[in-house]
């Protein structure tokens, strides 16, 4: 954690929007075929889900039902995510964000 600068748990942003989901929403992502072929992870299938949107659109509540998800259905439960927050300048930069994922990685394996 010091080496990489990260301060604060990084399961503590993914638990926030997780208490704030309400109970069957974002189902219907797991209905889109898109999303079962990325899920599938086939050979030429990207193993990063980019979420992309207006502020307020929902890309947080959707992420944390897709870690979730992830975590209970393949790779015994190893899933890297970033959150970029509004209101913290240091956490919305790249730099953060890769040692961020750097260091899931590591706790991870």
Same mark, same amino acid.
């Given at each position: 954690?010091?080496?990489?600068?990260?301060?604060?748990?990084?399961?503590?942003?993914?638990?926030?929007?997780?208490?704030?989901?309400?109970?069957?929403?974002?189902?219907?992502?797991?209905?889109?075929?898109?999303?079962?072929?990325?899920?599938?992870?086939?050979?030429?299938?990207?193993?990063?889900?980019?979420?992309? #949107? %207006?502020?307020?659109?929902?890309? =947080?509540?959707?992420?944390?039902?897709? /870690?979730?998800?992830?975590?209970?259905?393949? +790779?015994?439960?190893?899933?890297?995510?970033?959150?970029?927050?509004? #209101? %913290?300048?240091?956490?919305?930069? =790249?730099?953060?964000?890769?040692?961020? /994922?750097?260091?899931?990685?590591?706790?991870? +394996?």
């Amino acid at each position: 954690m010091d080496i990489l600068g990260i301060t604060d748990n990084v399961e503590d942003e993914f638990e926030y929007f997780t208490e704030r989901t309400m109970q069957g929403s974002c189902q219907w992502l797991l209905r889109r075929k898109s999303f079962r072929d990325w899920a599938a992870g086939g050979s030429n299938a990207s193993e990063v889900l980019w979420l992309s #949107g %207006s502020p307020g659109a929902g890309k =947080s509540t959707w992420a944390s039902f897709v /870690i979730t998800w992830l975590r209970q259905s393949r +790779y015994g439960g190893i899933c890297q995510y970033y959150f970029f927050q509004a #209101g %913290s300048q240091r956490k919305r930069t =790249s730099s953060f964000l890769l040692r961020s /994922i750097a260091f899931q990685i590591a706790l991870a +394996y």
